[in-house]
């Protein structure tokens, strides 16, 4: 018990000291731990620790002994945007962040195993509150994160395994901004208050080794409800979307979505496996997200480790659709929904490809590392309807490096 309450205040102190994090698969990171990582963010059908749980809960049967990890992402986007003006591009301030992870799992016989992991799983967010008003940034500033504790029992036989975990989720999210036009008028949540959500959910999966050589994996994760306070539609009052105003008002509710996996790994020979992940993220479904013309996401993870005595080197790809459906803009609702999600949530990155590898210092203990790196993108969406330029454009890169350590016992 004391152990889970440090490795709790470790996660919450790394959320609250950097709330701006970016991620690769809409606002849900690709992966945790650096295995997961090297390998484009595939682990659905592959074993690579205790942090197995946050891919399908099933994998942590395939573990041995006890086991301990933890590590520190840092995430590097590089996010502009051209405002209401379009008078150039301004460059958000919200370009480093360190989310952590803790995890720990327990064989308790042959066919048993338990474990916990606790991490910061999504996020995203910019800064504009130093870009110039006459770009019409409106001195924006968005901050959502959200933090998972994940409980996990899973049981094995030799050919299968099953595993279940029931979830335990806290999110935060802060709206902010000049107004409209970035000059006159009252500002929204200046003090840049924050609203947090608890919610339950959780996770089912199980995997087949088909032969040897040969396993596959599916997984489900429920969607977890969330609301923030009068975040959003705070926010959307300030531009006219109120009751009376120009069009429909902002909702508060931003779920999670629910996400359905498939994986596959092949032990190719004693040193190297190859991976493969599918995975449906529905965000066309989940309250908030669909209200902001949200799509569900389908995403490919590849990837392969060559193992050796004492270390491994691993590679990967990941690919996932750009989720933000653009509105038509022929209503004024519709060009301040293109310019929220364009200027505070710019979700739209879609390549990464990845590498890692790890050292083992001794029988006990290991270092992992990986690196993601997430080509530039950029979207322009329609925004006249709000008596601005015709468009607003966001370009927006990434790169993240993973360190873990990996504690047996």
Do not use: C
Request: proline content about 3%; charged content about 10%.
């Amino acid at each position: 018990m004391k152990i889970t309450k440090i490795a709790a205040s470790i996660i919450s102190l790394g959320l609250a000291g950097a709330p701006l994090a970016h991620a690769t698969n809409g606002d849900e990171m690709m992966a945790v731990g650096a295995q997961s990582t090297a390998l484009g963010g595939s682990g659905v059908a592959n074993f690579v620790g205790a942090e197995s749980a946050f891919a399908n809960p099933a994998m942590l049967g395939k573990s041995k002994g006890k086991e301990v990890t933890g590590g520190i992402n840092l995430f590097k986007p590089t996010v502009a945007n051209t405002g209401m003006m379009n008078a150039g591009y301004g460059s958000s301030a919200a370009d480093t962040s360190y989310i952590p992870d803790v995890s720990f799992s327990n064989r308790l016989s042959d066919n048993l195993t338990y474990g916990v992991a606790m991490g910061g799983i999504a996020g995203m967010g910019v800064d504009y509150t130093g870009a110039s008003a006459s770009l019409g940034l409106v001195k924006a500033k968005s901050a959502l994160s959200i933090l998972r504790v994940v409980p996990t029992i899973a049981y094995n036989t030799n050919q299968y395994g099953v595993g279940f975990s029931p979830i335990f989720q806290y999110g935060s999210l802060m709206l902010s901004y000049n107004n409209y036009n970035g000059s006159t008028g009252a500002p929204y949540n200046a003090a840049e208050n924050k609203d947090s959500s608890t919610s339950f959910g959780f996770a089912v999966g199980g995997y087949y080794n088909a032969t040897s050589a040969v396993t596959v994996a599916a997984a489900y994760q429920s969607k977890f409800a969330a609301k923030y306070g009068t975040q959003i539609s705070g926010a959307g009052a300030g531009f006219g979307l109120m009751a009376g105003g120009p069009g429909a008002p902002f909702g508060d509710d931003l779920d999670q979505p629910a996400q359905m996996k498939l994986g596959v790994a092949l032990a190719v020979n004693e040193n190297v496996a190859l991976t493969a992940d599918y995975k449906l993220i529905q965000w066309g479904s989940a309250a908030g997200y669909k209200d902001f013309n949200w799509k569900d996401q389908n995403i490919l993870a590849i990837g392969a480790k060559y193992s050796a005595s004492g270390y491994w080197l691993g590679m990967g790809y990941n690919h996932a659709n750009d989720p933000i459906g653009e509105l038509t803009d022929n209503t004024y609702r519709n060009a301040a929904i293109n310019v929220f999600n364009n200027m505070f949530f710019p979700a739209i990155v879609t390549n990464s490809v990845t590498f890692g590898g790890g050292y083992d210092i001794s029988k006990s203990l290991a270092v992992e590392g990986a690196v993601v790196i997430t080509p530039e993108v950029t979207k322009a969406v329609a925004i006249s309807n709000l008596g601005a330029m015709p468009t607003n454009t966001t370009t927006h890169s990434q790169k993240a490096y993973q360190v873990s350590l990996r504690y047996k016992f």
